[in-house]
C-alpha cells in the first residue's frame, strides 16, 4: 500500500446462496480502487452449499470468516466489522451480498463522506429486473400508517443528481466512517439477530448527531426482496403462531414492536404506531374472512 492511500472494508454476512455471492464478488473486481486499499469480509454463517470453498478458489484475496449458523444477518455483520476494525479500515461498508454493484460506487461514497463531516451514507438501491426502479430507499415515519413508510415513485430519473438526507437507511450498501462505529458501537445483535437490526443500528447514529444521506449516483442493482403471504389469509392457528410465538417471523409482534420502540422518532409515536399496526391486521383479517363467506355469484 502506498503511503496515504484510505482503506475501505467491505462486510457482507453470507448464507447458502454460492451462485448470487460469487456474482456479486465478481461485481466487485471491476470497482475502481484508485487511492484505495480495498479489503472484503465475508462472514459465511455455516454454509453448506460450498459458498466458502468457492470464494477460496475464485477470491483469494477475500478474508473468511466461518460461522456456526446462529449468527444470522446482525451478529455476523457485526463480526465483519469487528474485524474490519481490526485491519485498521477508514471506512467500512455494510453491504449484501444478492447486489452488483457500480464500478465508482466506492470513490461516490468517499466522496460524499469525506464532503458531508459527521454523515453516514447510503447508495441508491435499484431492483436488477426493473434497473430503473427505486426500492427500500428514504423511509419517512407515518405514525398513523403504522411507522417507517418507503416512497413507491421513485426511480433513477426523478431522484436528483446530490446527495439527499433521509430519516434512515436500510444496510444494503451503507458507508461508515471508523469515527463513527467507534462512537455508536455496532448492530443490536440480541433484540434483532434476523433483521431490522440495520434500521435501529442507524436510527442510533442519527440520534448521536450523524446525517444520514443517501448519494443518488451510487447505483446498486439488488434482487428483488421475497415476502411472506400476507397476515390476513393465514388461517387462525397459523395467525397466533406467528403473532405470538415465532421469532423469526417479520410479522412477530412481539419483534414489531421492539422494532417501532428502538426506531420511532419518540416512544409515544412508536406506541401509535404500534396501534395502528394492530389495527390493520384486524380490519385485513375481517375483510378477507367477510370476503370469503360471501358466496360467489355463477358465471352466466
Known sequence: MSQGNTRVALVMPVYNRCAITLQCLRSLERVDSTGLEIKIFIVDDGSTDGTSDAIRADFPDVQLIAGDGTLHYAAGTNRGVEAAMEWGADFVVTMNDDAVYHDQFLQRLIKTANDNPRSIVGGLLLLWDEPHKVFQVAPKWKTFQGGWIFPEDLTAFNVGKEPFEVECIVGNCVMFP????????????????????????????????????????????????????????AGFGKLISILFSDRKHPQNLQRQWIARTESAPSKTKAVFSFGAYLAEIFVKSVQYGVKRLVPRSNAS
Open 178 to 233: 471508523i469515527e463513527a462505529l467507534r462512537e455508536c458501537g455496532l448492530m443490536d445483535e440480541v433484540k434483532f439477530p434476523h433483521g431490522w437490526g440495520d434500521a435501529q443500528w442507524l436510527a442510533r447514529f442519527r440520534r448521536e448527531g450523524w446525517r444520514l444521506l443517501v448519494d443518488p449516483t451510487v447505483y446498486v442493482w439488488c434482487e428483488p426482496n421475497t415476502y411472506p403471504a400476507p397476515l390476513h389469509k
